[in-house]
C-alpha cells in the first residue's frame, strides 16, 4: 500500500513539474544556455575567437531537435534497462 501512495505523489509530482511552467511563463521563448553563453562572452571579451567551429551543423532546426530527442531517447532507455536488470537481479537472488 505504501508504494502505491508513493507511486501517486511522484506522478503527481512529475506532472506538476512538466505543468507548472507551460502556466506561470507566457510569451517568454526559450533559446538555451549556448546562446546566453555566447552574448555574455561578447559582452565581456568581444575580441574573443572560438578554439573551433563544428564539425557538421545539422540542416535545419527540425534535424536538430530530432537528434537531440533521439539521444534522450537511448540514454532512458539504457537507464531504464539498468534499472530493469538490477530489479531482476535482486528478484532473482530472493
Given at each position: ?16 513539474l ?77
Amino acid at each position: 500500500m505504501a508504494y502505491r501512495v508513493n507511486n501517486i505523489v511522484l506522478i503527481v509530482f512529475v506532472l506538476a513539474l512538466a505543468v507548472f511552467p507551460l502556466l506561470f511563463i507566457h510569451g517568454q521563448e526559450f533559446g538555451g544556455a549556448d546562446g546566453q553563453a555566447e552574448q555574455v562572452i561578447a559582452q565581456t571579451n568581444p575580441d574573443y575567437e572560438p578554439w573551433f567551429s563544428s564539425i557538421w551543423e545539422p540542416p535545419s532546426g527540425e534535424v536538430e531537435s530530432l537528434l537531440f530527442t533521439v539521444q534522450g531517447a537511448v540514454g532512458a532507455g539504457f537507464i531504464g534497462y539498468y534499472f530493469g536488470y538490477m530489479k531482476g537481479r535482486k528478484n532473482a537472488k530472493n
